[in-house]
């Protein structure tokens, strides 16, 4: 199965507004106790998180896993910082690539594969606002296109 691809959980949206990106990783992520159960249930949000590399490591900031309904005393700390799996040669690469400036770790969705939860990890480079608005004029034009062909395929 290529990267990307399984039961999509969570998706970040807004990182293909504020970021080009790149270049893609998948990473497994490290849970604990009931974090999985929450995943599988949907209850992720990637709003504003963000990876960094530590100490050769990556890790995963600011994901906001709910914690589980039935978990009682065994639940987790929703906020907690996730340490992510790669490769040691993938880990090597990304920190040459984002010490360059501008470019970020940003987590673009959460998918369940063969029963594991991954993440979609994007290199990407920030925008500025008249790329961000750039971006929503050739969108625009697209469905304005789109729509106009739909049109002229009804007459």
């Known amino acids: 199965m290529p990267k990307g691809e399984g039961k999509v959980v969570a998706q970040n949206k807004k990182a293909n ?3 080009f990106i790149e270049e893609t990783y998948e990473a ?4 604990q106790g009931t974090e999985i159960k929450s995943i599988r249930n949907g ?15 990556l890790f995963l900031y600011n994901l906001h896993i709910s914690p589980y309904e039935q978990g009682n005393r065994y639940n987790h700390d929703p906020l907690r910082t996730r340490k992510l799996l790669l490769h ?23 998918y ?9 990890i994007g290199l990407g480079k920030g925008k500025k606002d008249y790329d961000k ?6 969108k625009e034009a697209g469905r304005d296109i789109e729509r106009a ?3 002229r395929q009804k007459m």
Request: aromatic share 8%; proline share 2%.
């Open 17 to 19: 507004h504020d970021y």
């Open 28 to 31: 497994g992520v490290v849970l």
């Open 43 to 57: 209850r992720v949000q990637l709003k504003d998180s963000y990876a960094k590399v530590h100490n050769g490591e």
């Open 88 to 110: 040691k040669r993938q880990i090597n690469q990304l920190i040459g690539e984002t010490k360059e400036a501008g470019y970020a770790l940003v987590p673009l969705k959460i």
């Open 112 to 120: 369940l594969k063969n029963g594991f939860a991954k993440v979609l």
């Open 133 to 138: 608005r750039e971006t929503l004029k050739k």
């Open 149 to 151: 062909f739909r049109e």
